[in-house]
């Protein structure tokens, strides 16, 4: 079990708790990610284009600009209710999607799961933040992110399943069973514990240069860290949002097609998790999320020009989300160091921006998806996982200047 994984040094609390909010968070990224892979099929449900839907999940992504307000109040509450109060909300917008009855009920029960999964992801994130030290705390991370994965490589599978044997309203309701399952666990199991970390501004050293001169707001290092987060989250939505209608179109694949492709991507996704959990402290958030964008640059560009080949393509699919998996995972410890004293404030600031990118991509990438076919739509990827590569070097130049070196 994941608790083995951490050692006497890491705090009780955390190794008691970490099972039960993987978990929790494992069935809440199963609905979340539900429906990109099977937008097509959802689309023909709810007899409506794929870049209508497109727009409807743009609208329902921009609740990730209440993620600054949201972590303000994740602040002032116990983070025992902001996670279940999250769960809660995840489930009551499943339920509200999957007896949807037109585009316009759909998007409000997907809005609904997206704010609610603002709330729980903040409040487990700062849980962490108030137990672990900024600079062990890419390991606890790590392991609770292998939930992402397992999300998409059991979860969405799962509810694919369901999917194709009844229809994907089903897939909803039972994506809603285990979310609300895993809140009544946690209303048992999961304790209230006074926090025992204080955030820094940067965690580590940091250049006198780059501290905030005023307690309480964002330095520029920590924007760039919000640059990058946009960067991560825009490329791979751009590529999540179009490869199952991608799949449809070009090679005709089915239903359970898809769910074979999903679940791949789920274990790619899963290699990249754990090694983030395994590295990411060794060799420094800002440089692994830029190793990652690393990988998602040269597959995105392979993609734009081998998008007509079935298995080429698959395989650079997988490989440019393995990279995003991984410069993800690895980013998202920075988040609630980046407002001092307000981590719920720092996180959010990094989720609303990046949200805001995902809901941008749902209908750009649509859009150009069905004028121009999955090509341009690698390629814009490409351009935005570079983006966050050199936001977050940036920001690793900034906090960890290199001492200059005479010429003798």
């Not at 794929?50 to 602040?75: F, H, K, N, Y």
């Not at 998202?332 to 719920?344: H, K, Q």
Request: glycine letters at 12%; proline letters at 5%.
């Amino acid at each position: 079990m994941l608790e083995r994984l951490l050692d006497d040094s890491y705090p009780q609390v955390v190794r008691d708790d970490i099972v039960d909010l993987t978990v929790a968070r494992f069935t809440s990224n199963a609905v979340y990610r539900y429906a990109p892979p099977f937008l097509a099929v959802i689309a023909r449900g709810l007899d409506v284009e794929l870049s209508d839907l497109g727009v409807a999940l743009a609208v329902t992504e921009l609740c990730g600009l209440t993620s600054p307000a949201l972590g303000r109040i994740v602040d002032r509450l116990p983070r025992r209710w902001s996670i279940l109060g999250g769960l809660l909300g995840i489930g009551a917008g499943a339920i509200t999607a999957g007896a949807s009855t037109g585009i316009v009920m759909f998007a409000a029960g997907l809005f609904v799961v997206a704010l609610a999964k603002i709330v729980f992801d903040v409040g487990l994130a700062t849980w962490v933040a108030d137990h672990v030290p900024y600079e062990r705390r890419g390991r606890v991370s790590g392991l609770i992110e292998t939930s992402w994965a397992f999300g998409l490589l059991i979860g969405v599978s799962t509810l694919g399943l369901v999917t194709a044997a009844s229809s994907w309203r089903w897939g909803y309701v039972a994506g809603a069973g285990a979310v609300l399952t895993m809140a009544a666990v946690l209303v048992r199991r999961l304790r209230v514990e006074p926090a025992t970390v204080v955030a820094s501004p940067a965690g580590l050293r940091v250049a006198p240069r780059v501290v905030p001169a005023t307690v309480g707001r964002m330095p520029f290092t920590g924007w760039l860290a919000v640059a990058g987060m946009f960067g991560l989250m825009s490329a791979a939505q751009t590529l999540f949002i179009t490869f199952g209608p991608w799949l449809e179109d070009e090679f005709g694949v089915s239903t359970v097609g898809l769910v074979a492709v999903t679940f791949g991507i789920g274990g790619l996704e899963l290699v990249a998790s754990t090694t983030s959990a395994a590295r990411t402290d060794r060799w420094g958030k800002e440089r692994s999320v830029v190793l990652g964008a690393a990988v998602m640059v040269p597959s995105g560009l392979a993609l734009a020009a081998l998008d007509s080949s079935l298995v080429p393509g698959l395989i650079l699919l997988g490989v440019f989300i393995g990279g995003f998996e991984f410069g993800i995972v690895s980013a998202i410890p920075i988040g609630p160091t980046l407002v001092p004293g307000a981590p719920g404030r720092g996180l959010g600031t990094m989720i609303a921006i990046g949200t805001l990118g995902r809901g941008a991509m749902a209908i750009v990438a649509t859009r150009l998806f069905e004028s121009y076919g999955l090509g341009p739509v690698a390629l814009l990827g490409a351009l935005l996982g570079a983006l966050a590569g050199l936001a977050m070097w940036t920001r690793q130049r900034l906090l960890h200047p290199q001492p200059l070196i005479a010429h003798r």
